[in-house]
């Protein structure tokens, strides 16, 4: 299937690693033009030279306001715009309610402003363009996970921004969908498993816990997603928040142990 993304300008935050690298792969598979923004400056120096002349890193650290509004400025001056702007950059930190409340606030800070901020810098882009937004949010803000406040408000606000700015940006014909991963096996999540006693029987029990063939979510599995919603094969989709997690958001708990087979 043809997507219709040959040249289209895409920019993807925290695209160096993980879910953002498989992303910023697949948009170049598609022919687009690709900017990551990250602050990892060596794993985003090698990807863009692993990836070609259409890719271009451009270091930042998004907690910095003034750094998300020179990446826009510098995809501009780089390629001349921009279609797709993937909100991607988050970190599950892991802080539970004993934190303080300033500690809290700097958290949620660090996940959610920049998704505002790239955004807010990038609409006169996107409108021009009749562009559109793909949001990185997290199964924590449906499911909890006990010990990560900070984290959980940011993707719950991002979650709700999303339906937000579907609504705010359909006069402008720009859509807004965020993608939900739940069990993405990202090198993160691989040293994890390696920091555990027993990394394959961690890495075994956590995939066991997921109904749809019992097995992690695979990056590229959650960048196809979000290059399907970017493209215009997804033309009447808006405000969704899509879960690419094997059912671990939803299916019933019984699901996975067997007892689906009534
Ligand atoms: N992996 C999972 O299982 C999972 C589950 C739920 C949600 N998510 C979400 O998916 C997105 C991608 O996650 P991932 O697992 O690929 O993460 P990752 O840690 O593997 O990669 C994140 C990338 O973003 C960059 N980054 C983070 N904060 C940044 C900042 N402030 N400035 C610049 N760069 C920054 C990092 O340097 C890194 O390259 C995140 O929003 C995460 O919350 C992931």
């Known amino acids: 299937m043809d997507l219709g993304l040959r040249n289209k300008i895409v920019l993807v935050t925290g695209g160096a690693k993980g879910i953002g690298a498989a992303t910023v792969e697949a948009f170049s598979a598609e022919d687009c033009r690709v900017v990551l923004v990250d602050r990892d400056t060596e794993t985003g120096t090698s ?10 890193y451009i270091e930042a650290d998004l907690t ?12 501009v001056s780089l390629f001349g715009g921009l279609d797709v702007l993937v909100n991607n950059a988050g970190f599950n930190d892991g802080l539970g309610l004993e934190t303080p409340p300033e500690d809290f606030m700097r958290s949620v800070q660090n996940n959610l402003l920049h998704v505002y901020a790239m ?5 006169p882009l996107l409108r021009k363009g009749q562009g559109c937004l793909v949001n990185l ?25 999303t339906r937000e700015w579907a609504v705010a940006l359909a006069p402008d014909k720009i859509r807004v969908n965020c993608v939900i991963p739940a069990e993405c096996l990202t090198d993160q999540y691989e040293q994890f498993f390696l920091s555990q006693v027993e990394p394959e029987a961690a890495k075994k029990a956590i995939s066991k816990l997921v109904p749809f063939a019992q097995r992690l979510t695979t990056p590229q599995e959650i960048a196809q997603t979000i290059v399907f919603l970017a493209s215009d094969r997804s033309s009447h989709t808006t405000g969704q928040l899509v879960f690419v997690d094997g059912g671990y958001t939803h299916f019933d708990r019984a699901v996975g142990h067997g007892h689906n087979k009534w």
């Open 119 to 123: 955004t807010h810098y990038a609409l």
């Open 47 to 56: 990807l863009e030279k692993y990836l070609g002349s259409r890719v271009s």
């Open 137 to 161: 949010g997290s199964k924590v803000s449906e499911t909890g996970q006990g010990h990560t406040s900070a984290y959980a408000a940011a993707k719950g606000a991002i979650s709700a921004l």
């Open 64 to 75: 910095n306001l003034e750094a998300c509004k020179k990446a826009i400025e510098q995809t």
